[in-house]
């Protein structure tokens, strides 16, 4: 059992560090590369960052440990949030809470937290009617988000507003550079899902062999896929301090990322599992 438990630390550590040293800069830099703006590039990062997420969940749900997939869930939205409130609070961006669109989408996060500890303390199965519902809610949350920044950050931030302008009228980004940007993100992809394999294959020995219970396998994958959020969070508002722009900038970025990220998990990612294994069942 030992060297099980060595490989699934192994193989989740490897799709943490494809996540954060590939897939996560590489999408950084095309997102330089193309020049878009701070909520786009947290969402660009949430996406990306929920990748390890993505395929823990659906490796879980191929061996048929839907309930490791919920609590998957449940602990990566947790944690992603205190990282991201470390990050704020590290950075002395406190002020930023103050500002009526990063609130809607904190109380937005809140929701990514409370529907799967409804549904771990309730011990609700995650069933394919769950689908539906999700899918709108996802459309819902990615609607608010995206009129309370419209409304609050342009309208309430007048800096912010032209920075945000300024940022829109840089000149493209370099049409090589793209190119690689985008191989090499093929690229990370194929490892990804190799390494997950591996990991799937190892999640089924610990669980049906070892008997060991879900819901620690669960927490424990929770753990691993939030470092790349743990990075990202970090690093935007690093980066916007070393381009000597407004901290809200890093901080918009930071919390378009958490959402994105948090929303990705619940509404999307925990779909693709509640469809994957409602098929092998």
Not at 105 to 129: A, C, G, R, S, Y
Not at 236 to 261: C, F, I, P, R, Y
Request: aromatic share 12%; proline share 1%.
């Amino acid at each position: 059992m030992l060297f099980e438990i060595v490989k699934f630390f192994l193989y989740a550590g490897i799709v943490v560090l494809i996540s954060k040293y590939i897939l996560v800069v590489t999408l950084r830099k095309l997102a330089e590369n193309l020049n878009l703006k701070s909520k786009t590039v947290g969402n660009i990062a949430g996406y990306a960052t929920s990748i390890p997420e993505l395929l823990t969940i659906s490796i879980s749900s191929v061996n048929g440990l839907i309930a490791t997939s919920v609590y998957n869930i449940l602990s990566s939205n947790v944690i992603n949030f205190i990282q991201y409130f470390a990050s704020i609070i590290i950075n002395k961006n406190k002020k930023a809470f103050s500002n009526k669109a990063i609130q809607i989408d904190i109380i937005l996060v809140f929701i990514t937290i409370i529907i799967p500890l409804v549904l771990v303390w309730k011990n609700v199965e995650v069933k394919i009617v769950f689908v539906p519902l999700f899918l709108i809610l996802y459309i819902f949350f990615y609607y608010l988000n995206s009129n309370c920044h419209n409304l609050y950050l342009k309208k309430e931030d007048a800096e912010i507003a032209k920075q945000i302008e300024e940022e829109e009228k840089n000149e493209k980004g370099n049409t090589r550079k793209t190119a690689l940007y985008m191989l090499i993100l093929f690229g990370s992809g194929i490892l990804l899902y190799v390494v997950g394999e591996l990991l799937g294959e190892t999640l089924n020995n610990l669980c049906y062999q070892f008997r060991i219970s879900e819901t620690i396998i669960g927490i424990l994958l929770g753990f691993i896929t939030s470092i790349p959020e743990l990075i990202t969070f970090f690093e935007a508002q690093k980066h916007h301090k070393k381009q000597k722009s407004d901290n809200m900038l890093g901080v918009v970025e930071a919390t378009n990322n958490l959402l994105t990220s948090n929303t990705l998990n619940l509404f999307i990612i925990q779909t693709i599992g509640i469809v994957i294994y409602s098929i092998i069942q």
